[in-house]
């Protein structure tokens, strides 16, 4: 069920934010005109990814440095530099873009 999480002019190019939905939250990147979702919170230590590093689709967690893609969610690096097997990958979400709005298809629970 695709749900209304921003307005497209809340995020910048190269931007992204978290945002609460229900008992959930998720990621939305900003990368030219495309709008990505994944789960805010690193498959490591949980580290808030809002507070990351995103260079077109690299996207480095603030805490240790893994290293993730948001468009499929594969790791690059690990923690510090570690393999990438080290941790899972991260959750991604579809999205889509409707009267100006970002929408993503994520499970409310």
Do not use: W, Y
Not at 32 to 37: K, L, P, S
Not at 82 to 87: E, K, L, N, R, Y
């Amino acid at each position: 069920m695709f749900v209304k999480v921003c307005k497209i002019s809340e995020l910048e190019d190269g931007a992204m934010n978290k945002f609460e939905l229900g008992k959930s939250s998720v990621l939305i990147a900003r990368a030219g005109d495309r709008f990505f979702a994944t789960e805010s919170s690193c498959t490591h230590e949980e580290a808030d990814l809002s507070l990351g590093i995103l260079l077109e689709f690299k996207l480095t967690c603030p805490l240790h440095q893994a290293k993730f893609d948001i468009r499929n969610g594969e790791v690059f690096d690990g923690p510090n530099g570690t393999d990438p097997s080290s941790i899972r990958r991260l959750g991604v979400f579809s999205t889509k873009v409707e009267a100006g709005e970002v929408l993503v298809d994520i499970p409310l629970s």
